[in-house]
């Protein structure tokens, strides 16, 4: 089993910045392609970022391509949403979501292991 961890969320204003983290346990993921999802109220649940086991891969949804980047520390099994350029309709909160296969995927049910989510407002 995998324990996801995530952290980093907060209030922040519009044009500011946040670097949320997750941090695995219970096994090492370096094998693992990893993503950030994030749901707003009344929203689905919507694919943010991907990396992939190397971190040589990565992905991001149209909505957060130039402003987001994924990165992942393997050696510290943790990784890294950092967010920057932030604008109200990001506020959501963030899921991290590990995937068994090392590929990239932007779907959700391709994801086997899921963190309990971390908050990110943004202010106008």
């Known amino acids: 089993q995998v324990q996801l961890v995530e952290s980093g969320g907060g209030l922040v204003q519009a044009g500011g910045s946040l670097r949320l983290s997750c941090a695995a346990s219970g096994r090492t993921v370096s094998s693992y392609a990893m993503g950030w999802f994030r749901q707003a109220p009344g929203k689905e649940r919507e694919f943010v970022a991907a990396?992939?086991?190397?971190?040589?891969?990565?992905y991001y949804a149209d909505s957060v391509k130039g402003r987001f980047t994924i990165s992942r520390d393997n050696a510290k099994n943790t990784v890294y949403l950092q967010m920057n350029s932030l604008k109200p309709e990001d506020t959501a909160v963030y899921y991290c979501?590990?995937?068994?296969?090392?590929?990239?995927?932007?779907?959700?049910?391709?994801?086997?292991?899921w963190g309990q989510g971390t908050q990110v407002t943004v202010s106008s």
């Open positions: 979501a590990a995937r068994y296969s090392g590929l990239v995927t932007a779907k959700r049910a391709n994801y086997d292991y």
């Open positions: 990396i992939g086991w190397s971190g040589g891969i990565t």
